[in-house]
């Protein structure tokens, strides 16, 4: 399902919205910001509601194949890492999409790939 994603002139804060064509195509407006009310500005990105394949999970020590189990996955660990270290644990997952979730800044990537289009010509 595609992200969209829109962006407040008035606070800067990015707002993410999982939602098919179709029902993008029936909002009747441009949602507005939840902390200002301001209307938000339509932001374009590649970024599509990630697919969790079946895979090896290094975090749980064990398979994962979908958000829910995932989610349930790191609860547990939590759970037994509390007891094992005697101190609260919360494990939480990421989301790779989102750049400031590695320290980037919001517009790290747009001005990645302006670089490298500027590197080519
Ligand atoms: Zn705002």
Redesign the pocket.
């Known amino acids: 399902m595609p992200v969209y994603e829109y962006r407040?002139s008035?606070?800067?804060?990015l707002h993410r919205q999982t939602m098919t064509v179709g029902e993008y195509g029936a909002l009747a407006e441009i949602p507005e910001?939840?902390?200002?009310g301001?209307r938000l500005k339509r932001r374009f990105s590649f970024a599509a509601a990630e697919v969790l394949h079946e895979h090896w999970n290094h975090s749980l020590g064990g398979p994962v194949s979908d958000h829910r189990k995932f989610r349930e996955g790191l609860r547990r660990k939590s759970d037994e890492m509390s007891a094992r270290l005697g101190q609260d644990v919360n494990l939480q997952p990421i989301d790779a999409s989102d750049p400031t979730t590695v320290g980037a800044s919001p517009d790290a990537k747009e001005k990645r790939v302006g670089e490298l289009r500027g590197s080519r010509s």
Do not use: E, T
């Open positions: 407040c008035a606070c800067d804060g910001c939840r902390h200002c301001v």
